[in-house]
Every structure is written in C-alpha cells, then in structure tokens.
C-alpha cells in the first residue's frame, strides 16, 4: 500500500524546570514546564529507521536545563527564544523549532509583623507560595528567519456580582431560559494573544511588562464592562487590548459561561433575592471569539485545546 509521510515533529515534552536566582538572601523562583517539538529533514528515520539526522530528545531536555543555567530565565518568551534559535541554527537537519512554556507563578510569603516565631523576617526572602490564580503560557516558533510569539494565559477565574443581564434573544419551541436583569457573570479566562515581532530586525516587546499590561487590561475591562452578553463581555476585553497594547496583533479567547441559578427557597418559605445560587460546573456556555487589529492575519488557531 503506498503511503508517505505526513506533518511530523519531535523533541522532549514537558520539562519542569524550576531555576532559583540567589541574589544575597533575596531569592527569586521562575518555575516553567517547557515543551520542545523539533521539525525538518526527518524521512529517514521514519522509513527507515536511521537516526543520523536525529538530536535525541533526551539532548533537548538536557539542553532546557543547561540554558536555564546559561541564559537564565527572564521571561517565558525570551527563553523560548533562545532555545528556538539554538535548535534551528545550530543542527543543519532541524528547520523548524516549536517551544510551548507554562509557567506557574509563585509569590513571597509575607508575615503579619516578622516577629513570628516561625517565620523570621530572613526567612521570608526565600519562602513562596504557590499562586492559586492563572497560569502563564507562551509558544514561540521559529524557522530560522520569523519569529511567531503567542502568549497567554488560562484558568484565570472572574466573577462579576452584577452589572451583567441577558435578554432579547432567540425564543423557539424548546426556549426554558427566563430572561435575567441582573445575573452573575462568571467565567475562567482562557487567551492567546499573538505578537507583531516577527524579526530580529525589529525591537522585541518587554515580554514581563507586556503580560502584566495584557492581564490588567483584561481584567479591568471585565469589571468596567456593563454586560449585555458575555459574548460582548469578550469583545470588550480584546478590544481594550489591542487598543492599549500596541505590540499585540490579534487576541483568542476562549470563556466558558460558569453559570449561577438562582435556587428555588419558596418551598422553604424564604424569599430568594438574588442571594442564593447553584454555582453549576456542567454542562457551561462555552463563549470563543478572536479579536484582531484591523489589517492583521488571523493566526491564532479556532481550536486553541492544546496550544
Ligand atoms: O452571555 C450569554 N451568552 C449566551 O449566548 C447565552 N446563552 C445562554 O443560555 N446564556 C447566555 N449568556
């Protein structure tokens, strides 16, 4: 039967790598879970089995740490970027990088005098706790020439009290939905935002202060928005982005509806005033939408699962 190859990429998957940087008793923790995949002249070891173009896996994981090491690590994306660039440029067969980085972010634990018995005011400078909120991601590809950044964030779980209705729309024959004026407006934040840096030639974004702005203005515009839909809700929140963040061309979201029923007391005799509520997990709206700068390519793919 003739076949041939297809797509094919390869490297080490989900490298955790934790680098502490001792600056005197200040410690600071960057804490990534890197994933390398590696494309290019790869037929031969499909067909047939030779591994001469073959730079195993296990050298991609130990090259993660040893440039954890060498380079530090700044942000998510500018270690990515040296470990694309390090691929592609340095083995002739690999033409193409892939790096996808999570990154779990801690914060110092803080004492309410710094007399406590337990917890002196040295320790804490190397003490954290883990951050219950979003975690951070980044992909960056590069074919020895472009460069394609897509930043992120996921799990990042927001909740309006009010300030958000529902209604006006479609009612057909299997239409239960009562119409809603003021509504809980809850959703856990998945998004992607893609960046204009293509090119070594051009100024690389601040990629710390791009997050931090990134995330700000999404929040504050989940807060400030008066919702008539969460689907305007998301429009808001990538508008205001592209808007105040110049660096970013397009932004994916992707909020599931966490929806809160107001829970029938009259059996109980109470009166339910917009104060008791079944937070539901399942099923949710699911509410996905990619905002871009006019002009810009969309690139961010419609099925973001696993980026
Ligand atoms: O913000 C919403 N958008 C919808 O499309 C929708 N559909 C629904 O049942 N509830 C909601 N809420």
Same mark, same amino acid.
């Given at each position: 039967?003739?076949?041939?190859?297809?797509?094919?990429?390869?490297?080490?998957?989900?490298?955790?790598?934790?680098?502490?940087?001792?600056?005197?008793?200040?410690?600071?923790?960057?804490?990534?879970?890197?994933?390398? @995949?590696?494309?290019?002249?790869?037929?031969?070891?499909?067909?047939?089995?030779?591994?001469?173009?073959?730079?195993?896996?296990? *050298?991609?994981?130990?090259?993660?740490?040893?440039?954890?090491?060498?380079?530090?690590?700044?942000?998510?994306?500018?270690?990515?970027?040296?470990?694309?660039?390090?691929?592609?440029?340095?083995?002739?067969?690999?033409?193409?990088?892939?790096?996808?980085?999570?990154?779990?972010? %801690?914060?110092?634990?803080?004492?309410?005098?710094?007399?406590?018995?337990?917890?002196?005011?040295?320790?804490?400078?190397?003490?954290?706790?883990?951050?219950?909120?979003?975690?951070? *991601?980044?992909?960056?590809?590069?074919?020895?020439?472009? %460069?394609?950044?897509?930043?992120?964030?996921?799990?990042?779980?927001?909740?309006?009290?009010?300030?958000?209705?529902?209604?006006?729309?479609?009612?057909?024959?299997?239409?239960?939905?009562?119409?809603?004026?003021?509504?809980?407006?809850?959703?856990?934040?998945?998004?992607?935002?893609?960046?204009? %840096?293509?090119?070594?030639?051009?100024?690389?974004?601040?990629?710390?202060?791009?997050?931090?702005?990134?995330?700000?203005?999404?929040?504050?515009?989940? @807060?400030?928005?008066?919702?008539?839909?969460?689907?305007? *809700?998301?429009?808001?929140?990538?508008?205001?982005?592209?808007?105040?963040?110049?660096?970013?061309?397009?932004?994916?979201?992707?909020?599931?509806?966490?929806?809160?029923?107001?829970?029938?007391?009259?059996?109980?005799?109470?009166?339910?005033?917009?104060?008791?509520?079944?937070?539901?997990?399942?099923?949710?709206?699911?509410?996905?939408?990619?905002?871009?700068?006019?002009?810009?390519?969309?690139?961010?793919?419609?099925?973001?699962?696993?980026?």
């Amino acid at each position: 039967m003739p076949t041939i190859l297809g797509q094919n990429q390869y490297g080490k998957a989900e490298n955790r790598v934790v680098r502490i940087v001792r600056d005197g008793d200040t410690h600071h923790i960057k804490d990534l879970n890197v994933s390398v @995949a590696l494309s290019g002249d790869m037929d031969d070891v499909h067909y047939s089995g030779s591994n001469a173009n073959v730079l195993p896996t296990d *050298t991609t994981k130990n090259t993660v740490f040893a440039f954890a090491k060498e380079h530090g690590i700044e942000s998510a994306e500018q270690f990515g970027i040296h470990l694309a660039r390090h691929f592609v440029t340095s083995q002739e067969p690999i033409k193409a990088a892939r790096i996808r980085i999570e990154e779990y972010a %801690w914060e110092r634990i803080a004492t309410s005098d710094g007399n406590s018995k337990f917890i002196g005011a040295d320790e804490i400078k190397h003490s954290f706790v883990r951050k219950g909120q979003e975690t951070r *991601t980044a992909q960056v590809r590069y074919d020895g020439e472009k %460069w394609e950044v897509v930043s992120g964030l996921k799990d990042l779980t927001v909740l309006n009290s009010t300030h958000s209705e529902f209604w006006g729309y479609v009612k057909d024959e299997y239409t239960t939905l009562k119409e809603a004026y003021d509504r809980i407006l809850a959703t856990d934040v998945s998004a992607r935002w893609r960046y204009g %840096w293509t090119d070594d030639e051009q100024p690389m974004p601040h990629w710390e202060k791009s997050y931090a702005q990134t995330r700000r203005h999404m929040l504050e515009a989940f @807060a400030e928005t008066y919702s008539l839909s969460l689907q305007q *809700t998301l429009y808001q929140m990538g508008s205001r982005i592209i808007e105040n963040r110049s660096e970013i061309d397009e932004i994916r979201f992707s909020l599931p509806n966490n929806h809160h029923f107001l829970v029938d007391l009259e059996p109980f005799g109470l009166k339910n005033d917009n104060e008791v509520y079944f937070a539901a997990d399942r099923p949710y709206g699911l509410i996905e939408a990619t905002v871009l700068r006019d002009g810009a390519d969309p690139r961010i793919p419609v099925d973001m699962t696993n980026l």
